[in-house]
């Protein structure tokens, strides 16, 4: 009888390591688990690309790219790459707090269970 308890694969013996002690044992790890909505995944996002596109923007006007036309066209870009960046960021934060959200959830998940 207690031969069969020590091999059985259902339990973690006492001495061994548990997996979830071993899994969020870095920083990055733990704070990627409290990461809990894609919300908060597109924010970042947002800001890198703004923070991105006005870093292009600020080396090509202090002229570190000697190119006048290579200088014009990064400049371009990088100004619609923060606009866009600047229209994620207000479209996730303006969506997170809407108030019909929950109840559009409910009822497209009745829906969808439903066919």
């Not at 924010?43 to 036309?69: D, P």
């Amino acid at each position: 009888m207690e031969q069969s308890n020590k091999n059985n694969d259902w339990k973690t013996p006492s001495d061994a390591q548990n997996i979830q002690d071993s899994v969020y044992r870095t920083g990055i790890a733990k704070l990627i688990n409290r990461i809990h909505s894609t919300s908060t995944i597109y924010i970042v996002a947002g800001l890198c690309q703004v923070a991105l596109g006005l870093l292009v923007i600020v080396v090509a006007i202090l002229g570190y790219i000697t190119s006048l036309w290579l200088s014009t066209v990064l400049t371009g870009i990088a100004s619609i790459t923060t606009m866009v960046g600047f229209f994620l960021v207000y479209h996730t934060v303006s969506k997170l707090h809407d108030p019909d959200l929950l109840l559009r959830n409910a009822m497209k998940r009745v829906m969808e269970s439903k066919n």
